[in-house]
């Protein structure tokens, strides 16, 4: 996106045809035929917003989800046509701007409808947010759901376009807050005055794992990367396929002493007589500190991250004398192993979402 070291041998490879047949895949075992909504946050979840978003589309998805109206803006000014919806709270005075570019806004509050008042727009798309138990943005109560509808009704400005709740724990393997948050919405939300066409509650792990009818779209993101939304608590139920490396080449070998150390600290020494490797990508590029001890693949070989991540380089052990220009793989595939971003998450005791969307704008992304 913003700055990409593209003279460095450092970068995110994306397999967009694995991300089209994990859509197809997904789709493929809706029960209720629901509108799929890609989630392109974030950049993609680090996969590339423009590019991903044209891939979802081409799978046959019907929208877009992102988390910011810059984002919803990005995608505009690359020509893509289809309905965005922003997830997050967005200042109502931008409600002008949304509704100009035909981007959906969430409404998470009566009051926020109260601050478009004095702005000057018409035909904007609004999705009201309801709060059944994630405590972060959304209505909670059914009387001011009530006067939010009142309003809606009433103001022609605005096309109500959806309503929607989101999961705290759908990724969990016992379902009973789901069921609660579940039971929440369904309450607050029946028989209202508008008839709204969309009616939305499932993230990935709710479209994984809980068959619920009575919703028609669903919002597609971690699964449509590939990846298990529950990490490895709950099995997947169909097979879905990691779309991202994170890929890098030897830029530095030398053969070392016993005893010579490594790195910031000095707090590695080789026990004997080592190759040690130096590799170009650092905490900078959001390899994370923490991934010291961590394990890349060289030829295939498990080599030890050995030192302190520093901000640009790290340092590794090679089983042998490897030369620089050798490919070295932190994510993916090499030879007859791979390094999976669920590995590395359980490394840095983090989840899978965060080991991708903390890759940095730096590294370049590729597509295959
Ligand atoms: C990010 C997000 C999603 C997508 O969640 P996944 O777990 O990646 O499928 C869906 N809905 C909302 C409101 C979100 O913020």
């Keep these: 996106m913003d700055f990409p070291s593209i003279h460095r041998p450092s970068y995110v490879e994306i397999n967009l045809n694995n991300i089209k047949k994990n859509i197809k895949n997904i789709q493929h075992h809706l029960k209720n035929n629901e509108d799929i909504f890609a989630v392109v946050k974030?950049?993609?979840?680090?996969?590339?917003?423009?590019?991903?978003?044209?891939?979802?589309?081409?799978s046959g998805v019907t929208g877009l989800c992102v988390a910011t109206l810059d984002e919803a803006l990005t995608l505009r000014e690359a020509s893509i046509i289809e309905p965005i919806l922003v997830l997050g709270v967005t200042d109502a005075k931008y409600a002008p701007l949304a509704a100009q570019q035909n981007i959906s806004l969430t409404v998470a509050s009566k009051g926020w409808l109260a601050f478009t008042q004095n702005e000057n727009f018409d035909g904007l798309k609004v999705h009201i947010k309801i709060d059944s138990g994630m405590g972060r943005i959304g209505i909670t109560k059914r009387e001011e759901l009530l006067e939010a509808c009142d309003i809606l009704k009433k103001d022609s400005r605005f096309i109500s376009e959806g309503i929607f709740t989101h999961f705290a724990t759908a990724d969990e393997p016992d379902d009973t807050y789901f069921q609660y948050q579940l039971d929440t919405f369904k309450k607050i939300t029946k028989d209202l005055p508008i008839n709204f066409k969309y009616k939305h509650v499932a993230n990935s792990a709710t479209t994984l794992w809980r068959d619920d009818s009575g919703f028609n779209m669903i919002r597609l993101g971690i699964a449509m990367y590939g990846l298990n939304p529950s990490g490895t608590a709950i099995d997947l139920p169909y097979e879905i396929k990691p779309a991202f490396s994170l890929q890098s080449e030897i830029v530095f070998v030398k053969k070392v002493k016993?005893?010579?150390?490594?790195?910031?600290?000095?707090?590695?020494?080789?026990?004997?007589?080592?190759?040690?490797a130096t590799v170009p990508i650092g905490y900078a590029d959001g390899w994370l500190r923490r991934m010291q001890g961590f394990e890349v693949l060289v030829d295939g070989n498990r080599c030890?991250?050995?030192?302190?991540?520093?901000?640009?380089?790290?340092?590794?052990?090679?089983?042998?004398?490897?030369?620089?220009?050798?490919?070295?793989?932190?994510?993916?595939?090499?030879?007859?192993?791979?390094?999976?971003?669920?590995?590395?998450?359980?490394?840095?005791d983090t989840i899978n979402y965060e080991i991708i969307c903390s890759l940095s704008s730096r590294l370049p992304r590729i597509y295959k």
């Design 42 to 58: 974030a950049d993609a979840y680090s996969h590339g917003l423009v590019e991903v978003s044209r891939a979802a589309i081409e």
């Design 258 to 276: 016993p005893k010579t150390k490594i790195g910031y600290g000095a707090t590695y020494e080789a026990p004997e007589e080592e190759w040690i």
């Design 304 to 348: 030890p991250i050995v030192g302190r991540v520093c901000m640009d380089q790290l340092m590794i052990k090679l089983p042998g004398p490897y030369v620089p220009g050798t490919k070295v793989t932190l994510l993916g595939q090499n030879g007859d192993d791979e390094v999976s971003i669920q590995e590395a998450a359980d490394y840095a």
